[in-house]
């Protein structure tokens, strides 16, 4: 059974630092994985999707990779700003279903 | 313009009662799905459809049933209602046809069994 992980559970940092959250998955047949945005009392938002052929996507301030023989992904967010504060969901698709981790709670301090 | 809504946004409702959530897409999606998260944020899903028909029902108490009355619906009625049944329930769509299948959620419903 597929088990997806992310580490840490909450980060602080200060505005314009670089930042990397991690996400773990112990199946490594997925379809793609996603990660997601989670704002306090909205849904979530997609911000990048990786198939399972791919390495990394790019968008904007973000960078995703995914190793899918070692069952890791890393979002990379740049020069971090306030707005960035949110909690950040990975998900893996197996095919139809997702498996989202329980996310990494970030705070962006000005 | 909202892509995928829910009604109603939050629900305080006692135990024992009889609920609805609704759930629409304006996307032209064929897949669509309820989720649960629960209070350590994890979102497992409960039900998927795809044009009407049921694809994923994971274990879930019979007293959630899901209703799909046409492919920009789909509504989740939950009878005799527990406190465990606390939670957000998140609706999404998915267009499985495209290159890239994104899963486009609902802004989420809150539900408060007291």
């Known amino acids: 059974k597929q088990e997806v992980t992310q580490i840490p559970a909450a980060l602080s940092v200060p505005e314009g630092e670089n930042l990397v959250l991690n996400c773990s998955f112990t199946d490594s047949a997925i379809y793609n994985l996603q990660w997601f945005r989670q704002d306090p009392g909205k849904g979530l938002t997609s911000l990048l999707l990786?198939?399972?052929?791919?390495r990394e996507q790019t968008s904007g301030r973000l960078n995703a990779s995914l190793d899918k023989s070692s069952g890791r992904s890393t979002l990379y967010i740049a020069a971090s700003q306030p707005g960035d504060s949110a909690t950040y969901l990975c998900?893996?698709?197996?095919?139809?279903?997702?498996?989202f981790g329980a996310g990494t709670r970030l705070t962006v301090k000005p | 313009d909202t892509a995928v809504s829910q009604t109603p946004k939050y629900l305080v409702t006692q135990m024992g009662n009889d609920k609805s959530i609704k759930c629409e897409q304006n996307l032209g999606h064929d897949t669509m799905y309820w989720y649960k998260q629960d209070s350590k944020k994890f979102l497992k899903i409960m039900f998927s459809?795809?044009?009407?028909?049921?694809?994923i029902n994971e274990t879930v108490p019979n007293r959630f049933s899901p209703k799909s009355p046409d492919k920009a619906h789909l509504n989740l009625h939950i009878n005799s209602l527990e406190l465990g049944d606390s939670a957000v329930y998140f609706c999404a769509s998915s267009h499985p046809g495209l290159a890239v299948e994104t899963q486009y959620f609902g802004p989420g419903t809150r539900l408060l069994v007291l």
């Open positions: 998900a893996v698709s197996p095919n139809n279903d997702m498996r």
């Open positions: 990786i198939q399972s052929s791919q």
């Open positions: 459809y795809n044009n009407k028909e049921l694809i």
